[in-house]
C-alpha cells in the first residue's frame, strides 16, 4: 500500500517510518503531482497555521480536498485535525473544511502542558495504548454524522466521519503502530 504524508512541516518522518516498519510505501506529499496513485493519506502534527497557509500558497490545497471528498482515506494528527475541521474556534481562517467537528486549538495548554497518558480505544484495540498530546486541540462539537472514537477528561480527542480519522495525539511519537494499523485497514481501505 502507498501512504502519502503530507510534508510541509510537523511529524512527517515520524509517520514514515512507522508505514514503512508495517511494510508499506511512505511517500512524501509536497505537490500535486505526489497525490497520485496513493492509498491513504496523513496529515500529521505541527503547526496547522503553517502548515495552511503552505497548502494555499503552493495550491496543493484544491487536490488534496478533492481527493479527499472523492473518499481518499485520510487521517489528520493534531494539526490535521485542525486543517480538516469545519470550524476552529476563535480563528477565522479555515483549511480543507471537510469533517463535521469544531476544533479548540491548543486546548490542552501551551507546550508545557503537554503530557502522555494511557488508555484503551475500545474501537480500535483492545490493549492500552499511550497517548501523547503536544499543545494538542480537541473537539468541542460534532455533528450526527461523526463517529467519537476516544475522550480524556471527557474531551473527544479522537473522532471519524466517513473516510477521515482525526486524532488530537500523536501515535507516531510511540513505538505502538496499532492506530496506524487501524487506520490502514479500515473497511474503506482497498
Same mark, same amino acid.
Given at each position: 500500500?502507498?501512504?502519502?504524508?503530507?510534508?510541509?512541516?510537523?511529524?512527517?518522518?515520524?509517520?514514515?517510518? +512507522? !508505514?514503512?516498519?508495517?511494510?508499506?510505501?511512505? =511517500?512524501?506529499? $509536497?505537490?500535486? /503531482? *505526489?497525490?497520485?496513485?496513493?492509498?491513504? #493519506?496523513?496529515?500529521?502534527?505541527?503547526?496547522?497555521?503553517?502548515?495552511?497557509?503552505?497548502?494555499?500558497?503552493?495550491?496543493?490545497?484544491?487536490?488534496?480536498?478533492?481527493?479527499?471528498?472523492?473518499?481518499?482515506?485520510?487521517?489528520?494528527?493534531?494539526?490535521?485535525?485542525?486543517?480538516?475541521?469545519?470550524?476552529?474556534?476563535?480563528?477565522?481562517?479555515?483549511?480543507?473544511?471537510?469533517?463535521?467537528?469544531?476544533?479548540?486549538?491548543?486546548?490542552?495548554?501551551? +507546550? !508545557?502542558?503537554?503530557?502522555?497518558?494511557?488508555? =484503551?480505544?475500545? $474501537?480500535?484495540? /483492545? *490493549?492500552?495504548?499511550?497517548?501523547?498530546? #503536544?499543545?494538542?486541540?480537541?473537539?468541542?462539537?460534532?455533528?450526527?454524522?461523526?463517529?467519537?472514537?476516544?475522550?480524556?477528561?471527557?474531551?473527544?480527542?479522537?473522532?471519524?466521519?466517513?473516510?477521515?480519522?482525526?486524532?488530537?495525539?500523536?501515535?507516531?511519537?510511540?513505538?505502538?503502530?496499532?492506530?496506524?494499523?487501524?487506520?490502514?485497514?479500515?473497511?474503506?481501505?482497498?
Amino acid at each position: 500500500m502507498k501512504v502519502g504524508v503530507l510534508s510541509f512541516q510537523g511529524g512527517v518522518i515520524e509517520h514514515l517510518n +512507522q !508505514i514503512r516498519a508495517l511494510g508499506h510505501t511512505g =511517500v512524501e506529499v $509536497k505537490k500535486e /503531482k *505526489d497525490l497520485d496513485d496513493i492509498d491513504a #493519506i496523513i496529515l500529521p502534527g505541527g503547526e496547522s497555521t503553517t502548515i495552511g497557509k503552505l497548502l494555499k500558497i503552493t495550491g496543493l490545497i484544491k487536490s488534496l480536498k478533492e481527493k479527499i471528498e472523492s473518499g481518499l482515506p485520510t487521517w489528520g494528527t493534531c494539526a490535521g485535525m485542525i486543517l480538516l475541521a469545519n470550524e476552529v474556534e476563535g480563528q477565522e481562517e479555515k483549511y480543507l473544511q471537510l469533517m463535521d467537528i469544531k476544533v479548540k486549538r491548543n486546548a490542552f495548554g501551551t +507546550q !508545557i502542558d503537554s503530557f502522555k497518558t494511557h488508555k =484503551v480505544i475500545e $474501537k480500535i484495540s /483492545k *490493549d492500552e495504548m499511550e497517548l501523547v498530546f #503536544i499543545r494538542a486541540p480537541y473537539i468541542t462539537e460534532v455533528k450526527d454524522n461523526v463517529r467519537i472514537l476516544c475522550k480524556v477528561d471527557d474531551k473527544i480527542v479522537a473522532a471519524r466521519q466517513d473516510n477521515i480519522i482525526v486524532t488530537s495525539f500523536h501515535p507516531e511519537l510511540t513505538n505502538d503502530v496499532t492506530f496506524l494499523n487501524y487506520f490502514l485497514k479500515s473497511k474503506w481501505m482497498k
